[in-house]
């Protein structure tokens, strides 16, 4: 029976593990480096993983986006290598479309001079009809996004990005100000980020959005000229036949085979998410294959030295058994010293792993959520393990350190108590 509550055994355990402090340390030091390296990758995997797909999945997974190439097949008498442009009357047909909950469309982006009094800054302008401002995920930090009057009117309206407005005028709120883009004035309406990931600017912290009727209307002349489509279908919509559905379209409007894959290039977001997310779990897949196997060496580092503590007490075994200790009791104690030693080693590399990513929620998380341009959302993401994979992860500690131990502790009861005490 193993006595847990007994002081003297305890004592034995340490007194035990301390006879040869160097070799227990350096044996240790192979669990504690396997435990830092899983946890310490599973949390900055699973971090990324959640990272990259919660924003993904947040921001219309179900989404398609659609843009126009040049033709490969001669079509009704319509030549091979052809260029064509989409339209709005292409978004209109396929806001139709069964299933369809959204169809938005992207006007054309330029490079212009944003100037503010007598200070110019270099900018792009992106016009957005409000499904792609809904589909792209722009949300408004102070004042508003466009609506259905700025577009039905074609005001002179625009929004500026978050990190442009400061540089504007100071740090002053720029809503109501006006701005020249171009030889064009504009009101600025609304500060905004861009909480989508999926589709990017030239460059997001100078892109200004202005209505796709107004950039319509001034610049494109009244083409309608469309240089990129969105769709989103409904929760349990088949995005591929939406799609397949849109690329029929464009096909019957535009004179274009519907064999001619070359003439349309798209994508759709839940794929992309699928083989992210199966990328990730991949990943983290490989990150418990190769930190439980160098924890695996570890283990195999304790029983190898425990094997050899059960030889050097060969005597104090035998001691032992001539007095009538149990089976039972050899074991017991073996085990104990075995997994005490895996588990101060397991703690301590997990305690620091915790530390390290601790560290990095500080320091990388905030520059990675930075540099990719993500929202200030509610999401709290991190970089520590979760909690439940935590106790996985000293749960399979445990279990190594119990392991490590039976082949010794079954080697100790091996030894016949005469032959022992015949030994010098």
């Given at each position: 029976?193993?006595?847990?509550?007994?002081?003297?055994?305890?004592?034995?355990?340490?007194?035990?593990?301390?006879?040869?402090?160097?070799?227990?340390?350096?044996?240790?030091?192979?669990?504690?480096?396997?435990?830092?390296?899983?946890?310490?990758?599973?949390?900055?995997?699973?971090?990324?993983?959640?990272?990259?797909?919660?924003?993904?999945?947040?921001?219309?997974?179900?989404?398609?986006?659609?843009?126009?190439?040049?033709?490969?097949?001669?079509?009704?008498?319509?030549?091979?290598?052809?260029?064509?442009?989409?339209?709005?009357?292409?978004?209109?047909?396929?806001?139709?479309?069964?299933?369809?909950?959204?169809?938005?469309?992207?006007?054309s982006s330029r490079s212009f001079k944003l100037i503010y009094g007598v200070i110019a800054h270099d900018s792009y302008t992106a016009a957005y009809d409000l499904g792609f401002q809904k589909i792209d995920g722009i949300q408004a930090v102070e004042g508003r996004l466009l609506n259905r009057i700025d577009m039905k009117e074609r005001r002179k309206v625009c929004l500026i990005p978050k990190e442009l407005a400061p540089r504007i005028d100071g740090g002053n709120s720029m809503i109501g100000k006006t701005v020249k883009i171009g030889d064009t004035n504009f009101t600025i309406v609304g500060t905004y980020v861009k909480t989508s990931q999926t589709f990017m600017f030239n460059d997001p912290d100078r892109t200004v959005i202005i209505p796709y009727t107004t950039d319509n209307y001034l610049f494109s002349r009244g083409n309608m000229y469309v240089s990129a489509i969105a769709v989103t279908g409904d929760i349990d919509a088949d995005q591929a036949s939406i799609e397949e559905s849109c690329r029929m379209i464009l096909s019957e409007n535009h004179l274009i085979s519907p064999d001619d894959d070359k003439a349309f290039y798209s994508f759709n977001t839940k794929e992309i998410l699928d083989k992210v997310k199966g990328l990730f779990s991949g990943v983290i897949f490989l990150t418990w294959f190769v930190g439980a196997g160098t924890l695996l060496a570890g283990i195999i580092g304790i029983s190898n030295i425990m094997l050899i503590i059960v030889r050097e007490r060969r005597q104090e075994i035998g001691v032992r058994r001539a007095l009538g200790a149990r089976p039972d009791e050899i074991i017991g104690q073996v085990l104990a010293e075995s997994s005490v030693l895996s588990l101060i080693a397991g703690i301590i590399g997990m305690t620091a792993a915790i530390l390290i990513q601790g560290l990095l929620d500080k320091t990388l998380l905030p520059v990675i959520l930075q540099d990719t341009y993500m929202s200030e959302t509610v999401h709290a993401y991190t970089l520590q393990l979760p909690f439940g994979t935590a106790l996985l992860a000293f749960g399979l500690i445990l279990a190594g350190s119990l392991a490590a131990g039976i082949l010794p502790a079954y080697k100790a009861i091996d030894i016949n108590a005469v032959d022992a005490l015949r030994e010098e």
């Open positions: 029976m193993i006595r847990v509550l007994d002081i003297e055994w305890w004592n034995e355990i340490f007194q035990s593990l301390g006879r040869n402090r160097r070799r227990s340390i350096f044996t240790a030091l192979g669990v504690v480096w396997g435990t830092f390296m899983l946890v310490l990758l599973l949390g900055v995997g699973m971090g990324l993983s959640d990272i990259v797909t919660g924003e993904m999945a947040d921001n219309a997974s179900n989404t398609t986006y659609m843009f126009s190439q040049q033709t490969s097949v001669p079509y009704k008498g319509m030549k091979s290598g052809r260029w064509w442009n989409m339209d709005y009357h292409d978004v209109e047909q396929m806001s139709g479309i069964p299933e369809v909950e959204t169809a938005g469309a992207m006007g």
